[in-house]
């Protein structure tokens, strides 16, 4: 195996994989309903990776040092047969983990399949426990009710489940508490996410960012908490237990607290293309590696080059950047997953 590193000692670990570039939300963060319309153009099925070329990009990328891969989109559940390609990326060897983030609309449909399939972890998106407010958040799309129960579908299942929530200045701030308090005694993990400046199309202002210390503040009225050790290097969300001892959080404080310095994560989206940061202006076309019958030698130089060459930086240049280069047309989040 080789161990890669970029330009700044990261190596390669972590590969997220996006399996489509659609969703059945429309969050306003993400996909926001204005831009994201009927007339939207998603890209067409023989553009997407298929499951045979993203099998075979696992492997390459496991030789180059990346143990845990992370399944995405636009939301994954909607690609078809999902559990099969988990299946496929179980039985590589090398690959340690499988997790997946998914907006839990369909997790109590497949919850069974991927956990049998060799899916160990799940992520689920759910910003307020208020229906009112979610519809709202996610465009007037989903309930809090059907994704609670795939949530519960989830554990029941013996999938690791963990709860990741946008906090959102204007709209759901005051659902942290709730939330909070309602996963404790879930004894769920649940997650808070600053607000990013992800893609182009949401219309970011860092008035509109909760921070890391203001969520801490809010959920300390539940019960005091106390840092705990990540579990290992790199992990995005920082840990807090509740000081009784009953449950923990985290928080993935990229605005305002970034982790730039541990980045190992590679994407890879869902036609293809490797980024080698969420706030990427452009990636490098695999697929068309794939596709023009290149043997895995080349693919790997090229990923190696890739990586080698890495530079990324983003969140902690973000405070030294000016709104113009900011604007640089980024790839959008839907593309290249979370
Ligand atoms: N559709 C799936 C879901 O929502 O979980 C997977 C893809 S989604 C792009 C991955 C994660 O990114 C979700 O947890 C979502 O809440 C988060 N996300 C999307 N846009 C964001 C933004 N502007 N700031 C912070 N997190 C964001
Ligand atoms: Fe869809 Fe996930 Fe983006 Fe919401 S965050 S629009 S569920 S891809
Ligand atoms: Fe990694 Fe880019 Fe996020 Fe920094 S901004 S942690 S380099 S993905």
């Not at 969703?23 to 009927?38: D, K, S, T, V």
């Not at 090398?94 to 399939?117: F, Q, R, S």
Request: net charge neutral; glycine share 6%.
């Amino acid at each position: 195996m080789t161990n890669l590193q970029d330009q700044f000692q990261r190596p390669l670990r972590d590969l997220r994989i996006s399996v489509t570039d659609r969703c059945n939300f429309r969050c306003q963060y993400c996909m926001p309903a204005e831009i994201f319309g009927p007339d939207f153009a998603f890209l067409p099925s023989e553009k997407i990776l298929s499951f045979e070329e993203i099998e075979r990009l696992v492997k390459i990328f496991v030789s180059l040092g990346v143990k845990k891969i992370r399944i995405t989109g636009g939301e994954p559940l909607l690609r078809r047969d999902l559990p099969t390609l988990i299946e496929r990326i179980n039985r590589i060897d090398g690959v340690e983990d499988i997790a997946l983030t998914t907006n839990g609309t369909l997790l109590k449909k497949y919850a069974h399949d991927l956990a049998k399939a060799g899916l160990s972890r799940v992520s689920v998106s759910l910003d307020s426990l208020n229906e009112e407010r979610f519809f709202e958040m996610n465009g007037h799309r989903g309930k809090v009710k059907t994704v609670l129960e795939g949530i519960e579908k989830a554990a029941e299942a013996g999938l690791q489940v963990k709860i990741n929530m946008v906090v959102q200045k204007g709209k759901n701030e005051q659902d942290i508490v709730t939330m909070a308090q309602f996963f404790k005694e879930k004894q769920h993990i649940l997650r808070f996410i600053e607000y990013m400046d992800v893609g182009n199309s949401n219309g970011w202002k860092m008035d509109d960012v909760v921070s890391k210390k203001e969520i801490l503040e809010q959920v300390q009225q539940i019960s005091p908490l106390k840092p705990v050790e990540p579990n290992y290097k790199g992990e995005v969300a920082t840990r807090f237990q509740y000081q009784d001892n009953q449950g923990e959080i985290g928080v993935i404080s990229s605005v305002t607290d970034s982790f730039c310095s541990s980045c190992s994560r590679a994407r890879i989206s869902a036609e293809g293309k490797l980024y080698t940061c969420l706030f990427a202006t452009d990636g490098t076309d695999l697929r068309e590696l794939l596709r023009n019958g290149e043997d895995d030698a080349s693919i790997i130089q090229c990923i190696s080059n890739v990586w080698e060459n890495r530079t990324d930086r983003y969140s902690d240049e973000r405070n030294e950047q000016t709104m113009e280069k900011r604007k640089k047309s980024k790839i959008e989040m839907s593309h290249i997953g979370g």
